[in-house]
């Protein structure tokens, strides 16, 4: 596909984390020029020798001015990948980037929406909220325009790790919240990165605005049943939870001051099963070329964690 929009050079902080490869990939296999800013040069240059990498200081706006001005050159895009929680050291970057001229910025969202109340009143999504309002504010501002990319949950991430299902069965049980039969959405890492880099040759389609990929939408209840089919020997142990008991609990402890990360993902399940916002209730997919998996590809993607 031509890149009619002209945007060629493209900024990526924070490559290191689980994203970063997969955006990368689909970046080059579209031919976009890359650069790349990292807290730690020395890691990224051995993870990504072919790319040129420059160091960031995220608590210095004025040391990230100077790096874009002085090493990086002129960007058309930069994209964030940032840890959710370090919410300064992207609004410093997306300072230096204003004042650097970098005219679109893909923000740290990746998940779901931040707009809506239910999600708002929970601590844990503070600093998520604090960045994406300085995004919108900013680009209505007409300081730069900015595509947020919203894809529920990392689907063979969160299978690796045993989130919604502990695939390899017996020890730690698994958490099946609100009876396990809600529907979210769910999006593999690769069609992320396929997401990212479609919406930067599509820029002006996709400009001030927040859309929504997922690869497939599933249920608790269907993965542990894929589980089972696969591997009806195993035992998978899962605890049921109510996510408004849990809110609820969390809540409790964190008026008593206390604001550590158990507290905070006490919290984290509400808004996608309690509240149901981890469906989404409609999707960029086909602009963004994503396309959704059949219930059988679901099943095999489990297979591969079992
Ligand atoms: N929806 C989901 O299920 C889901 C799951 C996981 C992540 N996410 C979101 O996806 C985005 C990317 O996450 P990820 O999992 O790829 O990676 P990550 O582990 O969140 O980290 C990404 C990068 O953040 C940078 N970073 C970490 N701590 C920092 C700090 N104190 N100051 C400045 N930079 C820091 C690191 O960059 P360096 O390269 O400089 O070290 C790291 O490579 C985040 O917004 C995250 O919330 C969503």
Redesign the pocket.
């Known amino acids: 596909m031509a890149n009619e929009n002209k945007i060629q050079k493209v900024l990526v902080a924070?490559?290191?984390?689980?994203?970063?490869p997969t955006i990368l990939k689909h970046l080059k296999e579209r031919n976009f020029e890359v650069t790349l800013l990292?807290?730690?040069l020395e890691k990224?240059q051995q993870s990504f020798p072919d790319l040129r990498a420059f160091a960031?200081d995220?608590d210095s706006v004025e040391q990230l001015q100077k790096v874009l001005k002085d090493d990086v050159g002129k960007q058309d895009a930069l994209i964030v990948?940032?840890?959710?929680n370090?919410d300064q050291?992207q609004i410093n970057l997306m300072d230096a980037a204003i004042a650097a001229g970098i005219p679109h910025i893909i923000p740290?969202?990746?998940?779901i929406t931040s707009r809506t109340p239910e999600f708002r009143r929970l601590p844990i999504w503070n600093s998520k909220c604090r960045m994406e309002d300085y995004v919108v504010e900013k680009s209505e501002a007409g300081a730069f325009t900015f595509t947020g990319i919203q894809?529920?949950?990392?689907l063979d991430?969160?299978l690796e790790k045993g989130v919604f299902l502990n695939p390899k069965g017996g020890d730690p049980p698994f958490m099946v919240f609100d009876g396990g039969d809600v529907p979210f959405s769910a999006t593999l890492m690769d069609d992320i990165g396929k997401a990212v880099a479609v919406s930067l040759l599509k820029v002006d389609k996709f400009r001030n605005k927040f859309v929504n990929i997922q690869s497939a939408v599933i249920t608790q209840n269907q993965l542990a049943r894929y589980a089972k089919e696969l591997a009806p020997d195993r035992e998978f142990k899962s605890i049921p939870l109510d996510t408004a008991v849990l809110e609820k609990a969390a809540f409790e402890r964190y008026n008593a001051g206390d604001t550590g990360p158990d507290v905070m993902y006490m919290f984290m399940p509400r808004v996608t099963f309690g509240n149901k916002l981890g469906l989404f209730d409609h999707v960029d997919n086909e602009e963004l070329e994503v396309e959704q998996m059949t219930e059988a590809q679901v099943k095999e993607l489990v297979g591969r964690y079992i």
Not at 14 to 20: F, K, S, V
Not at 81 to 84: A, D, G, S, Y
Not at 108 to 111: I, L, Q, T, V, Y
Not at 151 to 154: A, I, L, P
């Open positions: 924070g490559p290191n984390g689980n994203l970063g990292t807290r730690n990224t960031a995220y990948l940032i840890e959710r370090e050291a740290s969202c990746f998940g894809n529920g949950s990392f991430w969160a």
